[in-house]
């Protein structure tokens, strides 16, 4: 199995397995991607006592129930780790799937929200709150979207017991989309 | 494929043994979600006593800690190299010297020799504003109805019932309309009753102390609360058709 990877795969100049070392990679931009666009958000929000009148009309039980989904679906995502290291591939791809679970909750609660906002007119043009609070809530929901599409492919191997180091790296992904949110929630719900 | 270079404990006993990291992930998961209903009791509390750094603490202090929490234990980011840990915290400092940067032309409008005009008119007509919009939110609620529009918008002048008499209607000069009197309807129609709640009666040459209102609505919801308005006709009296 060894002989078909590409060389990079089987070489750690740092110690750290190249997989695991791409996801941090890929983790430390987004940190700037997201960081920066809350970061801004912040600042205007600071900037625009006005805007307190928009964030108010945001749904506070919608937003929190989304968080529990995330913070559930990453439990579920370091049980399949958890799994995936004991070499339980089958027991692995279950708690992906449950994960995948929560991510598809957290899109359909989303569609909901979004729908009952956007028929009231508070459309992604109507002001610059509502320009920040789709962007970043999109940004954020492309992310859950792609997570879910990996772990389905992560899952169908780790079942068949193949690639069960895959499991660990898509966790690490899935736990970042979580803490984005966990920062996304009191900005667009609690504080406003 | 599994790196277990790091045997930090030797126990097992069962909890979330992975490469040697030893975490009781369902404990780790109580502790977040009992964070995360504090934080949304957080505002219910600032509220109640007034504090608003109730709220704040308990929406971004939280935050912090759960979001390390989940990278410590969930993404074991305290059991990998330095040298990852580094190449974040490096982001994160490039992050924040950006943001840094920016800060104080965004949330200043004003410094030496400069004005932000157009960020100034902008808290000004939001400020401003506000009242027009609680009107409007009053008054194009969520879930339309003829009625809840009727009592909620018309009713200040043209009464509950429809008939002249409501609160700020004694003072107008002329009156408001009477909808339950049988001459009111004798040359009126529905196209009419339209025209007035979206232009005002002036459009029609009547008193420019009805306003407009189209504005409020959609031309489906205008023919909805122009039926509403012939409804309180009297019998026999209510015009036929559009």
Not at chain 2, 14 to 25: E, F, K, R, T
Request: charged residues 15%; aromatic residues 12%; contains cysteine.
């Amino acid at each position: 199995m060894a002989h078909a990877k590409p060389l990079a795969t089987l070489r750690s100049a740092t110690g750290i397995p190249t997989g695991r070392l791409a996801v941090w990679w890929v983790l430390a931009s987004e940190v700037v991607i997201f960081g920066g666009l809350l970061g801004v958000y912040l600042m205007h929000r600071i900037g625009h006592p006005e805007w307190a009148d928009a964030a108010a009309h945001t749904q506070t039980w919608i937003g929190a129930l989304n968080t529990f989904v995330l913070l559930t679906s990453s439990f579920t995502a370091v049980l399949a780790h958890q799994a995936a290291e004991k070499g339980n591939g089958k027991e692995a791809a279950k708690f992906l799937c449950f994960t995948i679970l929560g991510a598809m909750t957290f899109l359909v609660v989303k569609s909901f929200e979004w729908y009952n906002e956007i028929s009231h007119g508070y459309t992604i043009t109507a002001n610059t709150f509502w320009s920040f609070y789709y962007t970043a809530a999109g940004l954020h929901a492309l992310h859950v979207i792609a997570g879910a599409i990996i772990m389905g492919v992560v899952a169908f191997d780790a079942f068949r017991g193949r690639e069960l180091h895959r499991v660990e790296l898509i966790g690490i992904y899935w736990h970042f989309v979580d803490v984005v949110w966990i920062f996304l929630f009191p900005l667009l719900y609690i504080a406003k | 494929m599994s790196e277990n270079n790091e045997h930090e404990h030797s126990n097992d006993d069962g909890h979330g043994h992975d490469g040697g990291h030893h975490v009781n992930y369902f404990k780790i998961y109580v502790v977040l979600v009992v964070l995360f209903l504090i934080s949304v009791a957080g505002p219910e509390v600032g509220e109640m006593t007034g504090l608003r750094w109730i709220t704040l603490i308990t929406a971004f202090g939280i935050a912090v800690v759960k979001a390390n929490l989940v990278i410590q234990n969930f993404m074991h980011l305290r059991w990998e190299k330095n040298l990852m840990k580094w190449v974040l915290a490096t982001s994160l400092i490039l992050m924040f010297l950006m943001v840094a940067g920016i800060s104080p032309d965004v949330m200043n409008h004003e410094g030496n020799n400069w004005e932000n005009v157009a960020a100034k008119a902008a808290v000004e007509r939001g400020v401003d504003g506000e009242a027009e919009e609680e009107t409007m939110v009053v008054a194009a609620p969520v879930g339309f109805t003829p009625q809840g529009a009727f009592q909620t918008v018309c009713a200040t002048c043209h009464g509950t019932a429809g008939d002249g008499n409501g609160p700020a209607g004694a003072a107008l000069d002329p009156p408001p309309a009477n909808f339950t009197d049988a001459a009111f309807w004798a040359d009126r129609d529905k196209q009419r009753i339209m025209t007035v709640i979206q232009d005002g009666a002036a459009a029609v040459g009547g008193s420019s102390l009805m306003a407009p209102f189209g504005a409020l609505y959609t031309d489906e919801q205008v023919s909805e609360l122009a039926d509403y308005v012939i409804s309180f006709a009297p019998d026999g009296a209510a015009p036929g058709g559009e």
